[in-house]
């Protein structure tokens, strides 16, 4: 399979931790033969991964399009933020907008996709309700409109937690034991999954993300904590807005265990605002990670064949 090219776009504000101009990192897959090289695939990874969690839905895509994977702020290859509390969805969505806008400087650029795991979808949401964002399409990988309260609990007893690790095997063992949501893998797709995830440092191997993600993270929960159900109704009411506001095809997957998206809300967004395509996953949770064939053709024959 072929290698992406690791490219980066430098964006004015907020400041990087050097305190220069931060760059967000992303993963340039070309079209391969007969694809189009106009038609871009961007594809946004969830709260704690990175862009190269979607390498095996890359490189089934290429046959059909470009495919452009995000290091979302403070992951991966991508600058850590001076201010931790830079690091939410407002944010990302700006940093994810000049992207759009670099990549449609290029004539050739067409037609964009959105696919987004979890946090990604949250993000394709708000960048999809803006005009000048022009998405094509949009996959949202296990995530809605109403984000339940365990799985927010679930993912916060994890993240920002920066532990050391002796050797490789012991961090992808790891990342094993807080990832059982996503399913069945093979040896090898786990592996695949999980190096990509770790850096060097300190003589061993940690996490490839800023420990100071999880800052905002654990203000909002407990904020909601704090004032209740008001404030999550609330923010539950916005997204819903968002969502309905929305008119492009929409392919929604759903882990069938998912403790994150209910079957009611997934069963919802099948019936107002886009409409969403519906497809569950027998056997996986929280998220399904676009690596089984089953879960990648259904993201191919949405994006390229669904009429």
């Given at each position: ?203 061993g191997w940690r996490l490839h993300y800023d420990p100071a993600i999880a800052v905002p993270f654990r203000a909002l929960v407990g904020l ?84």
């Amino acid at each position: 399979m072929p290698s992406p090219a690791l490219k980066y776009l430098e964006l004015p504000s907020p400041a990087a931790t050097s305190g220069s101009p931060r760059r967000l990192a992303w993963w340039d897959w070309a079209a391969q033969a007969s694809g189009d090289s106009g038609h871009v695939v961007v594809c946004v990874h969830g709260l704690s991964r990175q862009g190269r969690d979607f390498d095996a839905l890359a490189g089934v895509l290429t046959a059909h399009a470009r495919v452009v994977c995000v290091d979302v702020a403070g992951r991966g290859h991508s600058d850590w933020l001076a201010d931790p509390m830079g690091y939410q969805i407002p944010q990302y969505g700006a940093d994810l907008m000049a992207l759009l806008l670099h990549l449609r400087a290029d004539p050739a650029v067409r037609h964009i996709d959105w696919v987004g795991t979890s946090m990604g979808g949250l993000m394709g949401l708000g960048v999809a309700a803006q005009a000048n964002a022009g998405l094509r399409r949009l996959v949202l990988n296990d995530v809605g409109p109403n984000v339940r309260w365990e799985a927010l609990l679930r993912i916060g007893t994890y993240l920002g937690q920066n532990p050391l690790f002796a050797t490789q095997d012991e961090a992808v063992a790891y990342l094993a034991s807080i990832s059982t949501g996503f399913g069945p893998h093979t040896p090898a797709q786990w592996q695949a999954l999980s190096l990509p995830m770790l850096r060097a440092a300190d003589g061993g191997w940690r996490l490839h993300y800023d420990p100071a993600i999880a800052v905002p993270f654990r203000a909002l929960v407990g904020l909601a904590e704090e004032q209740g159900q008001a404030a999550a109704a609330a923010s539950e009411s916005a997204l819903w807005a968002l969502y309905d506001s929305l008119s492009l095809p929409t392919l929604l997957l759903r882990g069938a265990e998912s403790d994150l998206l209910t079957a009611e809300t997934a069963q919802a967004m099948t019936q107002r605002g886009p409409h969403a395509l519906r497809v569950d996953f027998a056997g996986v949770g929280h998220a399904p990670t676009l690596v089984a064939a089953d879960q990648i053709e259904a993201v191919r024959r949405f994006l390229f064949e669904a009429t």
